[in-house]
């Protein structure tokens, strides 16, 4: 046998090769233009020869071809399958077959067919059918995306806001306080990653599982910002984006609202109030102020205002004495408050008022506040004088109208209400003229340094004004409402509308005197102020003659060595130094004019007219002075400017002397005159008592059928003459001295009204109703003359304390602290206790008892001895108000009612010694007296001895809101009872909406 390799040769047949060539590039050209050639020769050809014993159907004259890429569907969502037919015949339909069913396909052109699978939820095995033919088998494999099954938000709120932590359950959008702390949970299928992307996706953090999907992040959140949550796997991500939006509601700002109202009367304090309110809370609140003045501004000081931490909304009020800064006339406050909220994230954050300033007005400014004070008192006085002059002539035309009437109609209780309505605008009146005189007394005693003698003025006078309105003519009106209410009988309406028509004539005659009172004592205070202005000005004036002695160049060696401009310019200082001192004396001689005019206003002027007649040449003098300095400065003849200088501070020195012994010695002279006056008052009015007293003896022994009853009765008449001339007198006498209180005068009317019934008794022959109101009279009659003893006494220790005359003292016008007047002191130069007193007014009575006097000199020891327990119990009354206020309500009630019952029993023993009852007042009740006093001061002694009130140090009065204030505070109380209504658990958008609510309400 020949191998092949043997009888074929390679070698040899290598060039036949190329002729191979030509038959692939053939075969290469057919697969090129039609490659289904070579598929059916080799594959279907094939086969037929291979599986020689099967049937093969006819080929299909078409293709069947999807066009989807992957086969691959994901769980829960819809799968849309493309077809397309390709070949030489195209069907009409093609069914998908799957499970045994067919479906006919949708038809989107000729060769383009589509299915939809909807909510896959497995893997499907399908095969296409078309016109008899069966396409090969086809199956969708099943996937799944990631997906958010469950999660949670754990918010941890900061500790300041006091708010518990809460779990929010598949909630995204959050609306969170600043500086929360959020946990987030999630609960995933099938997601192998989470990530979250913060800010529009520039943030991007990976989370890490906690476990078999479940993922967990932690973050303070800041600000607002949006996020989405991402989840993958293998396969995909999340089909829909998943975005929420976190809301931080940040700390905002505390507000806070400032009104302020100054005492513009006597600038001793300012007071703040406002609302404060944070969202969250407040941590406190200041006050900041500083003084200015022309010199620099300090620094701002604080003062910590009182405050409810826990309240994010309230109230607040302050105020700030300015006594203790030293505040200077043109200097100013400048203040604000501070409110601080506590926010524990940022730190406290604050919020400031605006700055308002207070400024205190210069000497001039303040001049001419207290001369309009002085015209706005003058002008209340006479606005009320004038309402009680209509009340009482409405009266008088009611008495004239009623006179025949036995009933009243609707005519008359409309009168009569008419009249009670009057009388309630004549209280208003009165009672802002006591305000009124008030807030000027304070201004003028802070920035007027009056004497000791003019502040004791003001305040007697202050008292006459409080005491105008007394409870028993407010009695008398309310028994006058009631009678009308009660019945229309004239007779007991006719009675009341006489006692309130001598009450009201009391009132009237009280506002005239205090009208006079009032500008006598401007007088005098303008008469110190211009004896001091001008005794200032001629210091003054003598300084500067010594500074310009000075400039001449041969006395200064320093003078020398100036520059001509340093020369020049002191010079111009000189001159105009001279300029404001003149002008300074020519508001001192406006001043002169105006005490002038003032002193023609009163009642019984003082001699300024003579005064100033007299210092009209001393006047001339001194402008010629001044003139010639003034001329000879511009001259630099310093020298004779000097001269003239000091000659003018000599003139100006003698003037204010002048003015200081005028003022002094018409003091002096018209305290005598009065004195004079008050005694001749004294022994009339006693003489007057003793034929009082005589005559009502006599008219009890006689019959009116008896002849000497007429004789009686005109000396009734001549008495009550007698009365009319002491109350002329004292009415008089009362406008120029102080002493003389308001219950003295009421007193006079009584004696007067108690007289006037006795003569109308005599006359209509009541003889009993006469002889008591003699008895009366003659009571109120001993009660006068007691209680002008006592001012009689008090003038005569103020004229012995005054000295011997010698004029007015302007300097040194101020007490010094501790030291007293010596009034009341014992020999050793201690105040007595009011027991030790009492004792020796009990001892002087059984003295007096024993001493058998009788007549005028018994009258005369009993007088003095009511006055002397009078005093005791008026003393005692003060007590009892000083104490009153110093003690708490249960000892304050113990010891009011302990000197209630002292004072009783003093009022009893007054009355017998006024009525010369000496036999009723026994030692037993004299002691008794002494006794309980004794344990009252002991008392109260103790009380001021306890440790827990020894221990404590001086403390400020509680401040009252002014009214005007107290509304402002009113007003912001009811917006803050409305934000209380808000629930606690509202949220912070909701929060922020309310207020911007009530902030438009407020607006």
């Known amino acids: 046998m020949v191998r092949f390799t043997d009888a074929i040769r390679y070698s040899e047949n290598k060039r036949y090769l190329r002729y191979v060539l030509i038959p692939i590039a053939f075969l290469g050209l057919i697969f090129m233009i039609s490659p289904s050639f070579f598929t059916e020769l080799f594959t279907k050809s094939s086969a037929r020869i291979i599986r020689y014993n099967e049937s093969f159907a006819e080929p299909a004259p078409f293709n069947f071809e999807v066009e989807n890429k992957k086969m691959e569907a994901f769980k829960n969502e819809d799968f849309t399958l493309n077809l397309k037919l390709a070949g030489k015949a195209i069907p009409t339909e093609v069914f998908l077959v799957t499970g045994g069913r067919r479906y006919k396909m949708t038809k989107n052109d000729m060769n383009h067919f589509g299915y939809d699978f909807p909510k896959i939820q497995k893997g499907v095995d399908f095969y296409f059918e078309a016109a ?95 996020y989405q949550v991402r989840l993958g796997n293998a396969f995909s991500y999340n089909k829909e984006p998943i975005q929420y939006y976190i809301n931080v509601i940040p700390d905002l700002y505390p507000k806070i609202t400032m009104q302020d109202y100054r005492d513009t009367a006597v600038y001793n304090f300012i007071s703040i109030g406002g609302s404060i309110s944070d969202d969250y809370g407040l941590s406190g609140l200041k006050m900041m102020y500083r003084v200015v003045n022309k010199d620099k501004a300090g620094q701002f000081q604080a003062m910590n205002i009182p405050m409810e931490s826990d309240q994010s909304i309230q109230n607040y009020y302050y105020q700030l004495s300015l006594s203790d800064l030293n505040l200077k006339p043109g200097d100013y406050v400048e203040y604000y408050v501070q409110v601080w909220d506590n926010d524990g994230v940022n730190g406290a954050k604050s919020s400031r008022s605006h700055t308002s300033q207070f400024r205190i007005p210069t000497s001039a400014d303040m001049q001419k506040e207290i001369d309009k004070g002085v015209q706005d008192t003058e002008k209340q006085i006479d606005k009320a004088m004038k309402k009680a002059q209509d009340v009482q002539k409405d009266i008088k035309e009611i008495e004239k109208k009623l006179v025949n009437k036995d009933r009243l109609d609707y005519q008359d209780k409309k009168n009569i209400e008419d009249v009670i309505k009057k009388r309630e605008e004549l209280v208003d009146e009165v009672k802002k003229l006591q305000m009124q005189n008030e807030a000027l007394n304070e201004k003028q005693e802070r920035f007027d340094e009056n004497s ?25 009106y309310e028994e006058l409402k009631k009678l009308l209410e009660q019945n229309r009988d004239a007779d007991p309406v006719m009675e009341k509308l006489k006692e309130i028509s001598e009450q009201e004539n009391n009132l009237e005659k009280e506002l005239d005197r205090a009208m006079e009172m009032f500008k006598q004592m401007q007088f005098e205070q303008k008469v110190e102020k211009t004896a001091e202005e001008l005794e200032k000005l001629a210091e003054d004036q003598e300084k500067l003659s010594e500074q310009t002695d000075k400039m001449d160049d041969k006395k200064s060696e320093e003078n020398k060595n100036l520059s001509k401009e340093e020369k020049q310019a002191k010079q111009d200082e000189l001159k105009k130094e001279q300029e404001d001192l003149n002008k300074r004396f020519e508001d001192i001689k406006k001043d002169l004019e105006e005490l002038e005019k003032m002193d023609k206003d009163l009642e019984k002027p003082n001699g300024m007219e003579k005064q100033n007649d007299e210092m009209e040449q001393d006047k001339q003098d001194v402008d010629k002075e001044q003139e010639n300095s003034k001329d000879n400065l511009e001259k630099k003849d310093n020298k004779n400017a000097s001269k003239s200088q000091k000659s ?8 204010a002397e002048s003015m200081m012994k005028m003022a002094g010695d018409q003091e002096k002279e018209q305290e005598e005159e009065d004195a004079n006056a008050l005694r001749a008052i004294l022994e ?11 005559l009502m003896k006599e008219f009890r022994n006689v019959q009116l059928s008896d002849p000497r009853f007429i004789g009686l009765a005109q000396r009734q008449t001549k008495l009550q003459d007698d009365s009319k001339i002491i109350e002329d007198s004292l009415n008089a006498l009362a406008k120029r001295v102080f002493q003389i209180q308001s219950f003295i005068t009421r007193e006079l009317g009584d004696m007067k009204r108690h007289m006037t019934a ?6 209509k022959r009541h003889l009993g109703n006469a002889t008591g109101k003699q008895q009366q009279a003659m009571t109120s009659m001993n009660n006068l003359a007691l209680m002008l003893s006592d001012v009689l006494n008090q003038m005569q220790d103020a004229m012995q304390q005054g000295g011997g005359g010698g004029g007015m003292k302007v300097k040194n016008k101020k007490k010094q602290k501790g030291k007293g007047d010596g009034k009341g002191k014992d020999k050793d130069g201690n105040t007595p206790n009011m027991s030790e007193l009492q004792k020796k007014l009990n001892q002087q009575i059984q003295d007096l008892k024993k001493s058998g006097k009788t007549g005028k000199g018994m009258s005369e020891e009993l007088a003095k001895l009511a006055a002397e327990q009078r005093r005791l119990r008026n003393a005692l009354q003060q007590l009892e108000k000083m104490a009153g206020s110093q003690l708490d309500k249960n000892a304050k009630d113990q010891l009011g009612k302990q000197i209630q019952e002292l004072k009783k029993e003093m009022e009893k023993i007054e009355e017998d010694l006024v009525n010369k009852r000496l036999d009723r007042i026994d030692q037993k009740r004299q002691k008794e007296i002494e006794t309980r006093l004794l344990e009252s001061e002991k008392a109260l002694r103790e009380r001021e001895e306890e440790p827990t009130r020894k221990a404590e140090t001086g403390k400020d009065k509680q401040k009252t809101p002014p009214p005007a204030m107290n509304q402002y505070l009113k007003n912001k109380e009811k917006q803050i009872e409305l934000l209380k209504t808000i629930p606690p658990s509202l949220s912070p958008y909701y929060k922020k909406e309310v207020d911007e609510y009530f902030e438009k309400i407020d607006k």
């Open 648 to 655: 003018a501070g000599k003139k100006m020195k003698k003037m």
């Open 758 to 763: 006795s003569t109308e008794g005599i006359k």
């Open 132 to 226: 008899g033919f069966k396409s090969k088998e086809y199956d969708i494999k099943l996937l799944e995306r990631p997906s958010l099954a469950n999660f949670n938000a754990y918010l941890s709120y900061p500790a300041y806001l006091g708010k518990p932590n809460e779990k929010w359950n598949n909630i995204g959008n959050l609306v969170v306080p600043e500086g929360t702390q959020i946990k987030w949970d999630f609960q995933t299928n099938k997601a192998d990653k989470v990530w979250l992307m913060f800010n529009e996706n520039r943030d991007t953090v990976s989370l890490k599982p906690s476990s078999t999907d479940n993922f967990s992040y932690q973050s303070q959140v800041r600000n607002s910002q949006s």
């Open 452 to 476: 000791e003698k003019i502040k004791e003025k003001m305040e007697q006078l202050q008292q006459l004004m409080n005491e105008m309105l007394d409870e028993e003519t407010k009695k008398l």
């Open 684 to 694: 009339n009015l006693v003489q007057l008592s003793h034929d009082q007293e005589n």
